[in-house]
Structure formats: structure tokens, C-alpha cells
């Protein structure tokens, strides 16, 4: 009885993008950092987006800074492998934790677990990124 009271007052939680939109653009977006594809992560962004990497940092500002620093990682000699451990959605916004294994050739490799929270737009859209990640994060 009490499951279903918390699973019925979730359907008062409205959005404009449904969670399976959401769940798969998460999806594709770790995706681009295995194929090291630029182009196809920043559609999936607002040209006004914000990203917050980590949070604490300057933000990057605007489709054209974020995919400036995203193309460290893209243009580097870095193997990213993401791996998805939770993802929660409600409304336009969602929160996931995943593990990004790094390899870099001599330098060997190292997984940081990752807390990003998204924010889409009506459209469908990320229009907010917040990374949160520290020391403790890389083992």
C-alpha cells in the first residue's frame, strides 16, 4: 500500500519531454564521448546551454564554450568508457551517476564516478548540465 501512495504521487510530477526522451539522450550522450562525437553531443544541446563541470568551477557558457572544453577529451588520445549505474527522472529534469573509465595510453587508466543532473528544455534539449565530481571521485 505504502509503494503504491509514493508511486501515485509521482504521476503529479508534469514534464514536457517524457522520460524515455530523456533516458535515451542520456544514453546517446555517454555514448559520444566512446565515438568521440562532438557534433552529435552538442545537438543535443541549447545554444544557450550552461554546463557546470565540476560544479564549483567557472561554468562554461553557451553551446560554443562547452563544446571548446569538451573538445579536450575529443581531440585527445583518452579511450572513454562511460557506464550507467542509475538514472532518476522527473519532469524536464534528471539526475544520473555513472562511471567513466579513462585510459590514456602510458599514463594507464583511472574511473571517476560521475553525479550529473540535466535540465531539458520544452524541445527536448539540454539547456542545464551539472557535473559533480571531487578528489574522491578518481580511483
Same mark, same amino acid.
Given at each position: 500500500? =505504502? ?17 524515455e ?7 546517446? #550522450? =555517454?555514448?559520444? #564521448? ?10 543535443? !544541446?541549447?545554444?544557450?546551454?550552461? $554546463?557546470?563541470?565540476? &560544479?564549483?568551477?567557472?561554468? !562554461?557558457?553557451?553551446?560554443? $564554450?562547452?563544446?571548446? *572544453? ?7 588520445? $583518452?579511450?572513454?568508457?562511460?557506464? &550507467?549505474?542509475?538514472? &532518476? &527522472?522527473?519532469?524536464n529534469?534528471?539526475? !544520473?551517476? *555513472? ?20 535540465? *531539458? ?7 542545464? =548540465?551539472?557535473? #559533480? ?7
Amino acid at each position: 500500500m =505504502l509503494k503504491e501512495a509514493v508511486r501515485s504521487m509521482l504521476t503529479s510530477i508534469e514534464g514536457t519531454v517524457t522520460p524515455e526522451h530523456i533516458r535515451s539522450t542520456i544514453e546517446a #550522450y =555517454l555514448q559520444t #564521448y566512446v565515438t568521440k562525437d562532438t557534433a552529435t553531443r552538442a545537438a543535443m !544541446f541549447t545554444d544557450d546551454a550552461i $554546463a557546470d563541470d565540476p &560544479v564549483g568551477a567557472p561554468p !562554461f557558457v553557451g553551446k560554443e $564554450a562547452i563544446v571548446n *572544453f569538451w573538445s579536450i577529451a575529443d581531440q585527445g588520445p $583518452a579511450t572513454l568508457e562511460p557506464k &550507467v549505474e542509475r538514472i &532518476v &527522472v522527473c519532469g524536464n529534469e534528471a539526475v !544520473f551517476i *555513472f562511471n567513466m573509465k579513462m585510459s590514456v595510453g602510458e599514463m594507464g587508466s583511472a574511473t571517476m564516478k560521475i553525479t550529473e543532473t540535466l535540465v *531539458f528544455d520544452d524541445a527536448g534539449k539540454i539547456k542545464r =548540465l551539472r557535473a #559533480y565530481w571531487d578528489e574522491h571521485s578518481v580511483t
